[in-house]
Structures are given as C-alpha cells and as structure tokens.
C-alpha cells in the first residue's frame, strides 16, 4: 500500500504546461528583434543621408531652377525698391505744393479697390456710411452737398468714369449687352464700360476660385 502511495505521489499532473509563467529570455529576445525592425522602418523613411549621388541629373536641376528663381526674385525687389524711391521723390514735390499727401493716399487705396474690381462694395459702403450718419444726426451727414462740383450742361462721362459705371453695372447685376453707351455714336466709353465690367466679372471669379480652394 505504501508503494502505491508513492508512485501516486511523483505522477505528473496532466497539462503542466499551462501553470509555468511566460520565458523572460524570449520575451527580451523579441523585445529586441521587435526594436531592431522598428529602427529600420524609421531609418528607410529617413532616406539616404550619405550616400552617393545617384540621379545627378535631378540635382543639377533642382539647382539651376531654384537659382533662377532666386535671381528673378532679387530683380523683382530692385524694382520695387525703385518704385519706392520714386514714389517718396512725388510725395515730397506734392507736399511741397501744398498737397495733402493723405488725402491722396486714401484716394490710392480707394483706386486699388476700383482696379480689383470692387466698385459695387464701395458705393454701398459710402451709401451705408452715409445713412448711417443721419440716423447718428452727425453733423457733416448735411454738408455732402458740398462734395459735388457744378457740372456744366452737355458733359459727358469720361473714360474712367464710364469704366467704373461698367464695374458698378456687374455689380448689380446688369447683363454685358446693358451698356448704356452706344456701340456706333459712342465708341471710347462703349469699350471703357464693357472693359469695366468684364474687370468686375474676372475679380468676381478669382474670388469665388479662391474661397473654393480654401
């Protein structure tokens, strides 16, 4: 009996296997491989830093290309430095006449919005200002008369005017066969008018490709 007893005692239990922990060696091992592959993903997407030149051909052109643009960019801004110089030499010989050198230079900007295109924003922006200056009962809301200059009867439009009513008519939605002047008697202002629309219509588009591509 006391035989069967210990045979019984040594008998190994079925499944072992399951109750022995996890191999700290190989799970270091493939802690180590694991790293090892990681680094070299990151070294591929690293790329050749010190290799030879391969395709010489795109480094030449990547060169040359980026050079001419530099030198195209450094005469570009000798120009500008240029128009800068000048521009300081009018704004002392009109100050030196008596000019308002502000007065001109917001008359500049409100001339640059013209050239966008903008003329529509800008006569509702003097219309709302305007508005909005007899509901604050501001002084100088009676004194717009004042802007006006007497016009001698039989005075027509000029080139630039009638350019401007051209930018204006898109604004508010005319068609392009609504110009006011006549295509036989009136050629310079037909043209100018048709010329002032079409700018409004290009701005109009430049911007609305702009906002899609934001």
Known sequence: ??????????????????????????????KIAAAREAAAK??????????????????RRAVNESIAEDLEIESLQEQVAE??????????????????????????????RIRKGEMGELVTEHRRLG??????????????????LPVEEGDKPSNLEAELQGQHAYGQ?????????????????HNEWRHGWTQAQNANARSMGSEAAH
Request: proline residues 4%; charged residues 35%; contains cysteine.
């Open 1 to 30: 009996m006391a035989k069967g007893k210990r045979g019984k005692g040594k008998q190994e239990l079925a499944d072992a296997d399951e109750f022995i922990g996890a191999d700290p060696e190989k799970e270091a091992i493939e």
């Open 42 to 59: 990151e070294d591929e997407k690293k790329g050749d830093n010190g290799g030879p030149i391969l395709d010489r051909d795109a480094w």
């Open 83 to 112: 128009c800068r110089g000048r521009l300081s030499s009018i704004r002392k010989v009109a100050k030196s006449c008596g000019v308002d050198w502000d007065v001109v230079t917001q008359y500049r900007k409100i001339q640059k």
């Open 131 to 148: 508005e909005l200056m007899g509901i604050m009962n501001c002084p100088l809301y009676t004194q717009f008369d004042l802007f006006k």
């Open 173 to 189: 939605g005319a068609k392009l066969t609504d110009n006011p002047f006549h295509h036989a008697d009136d050629v310079e202002r």
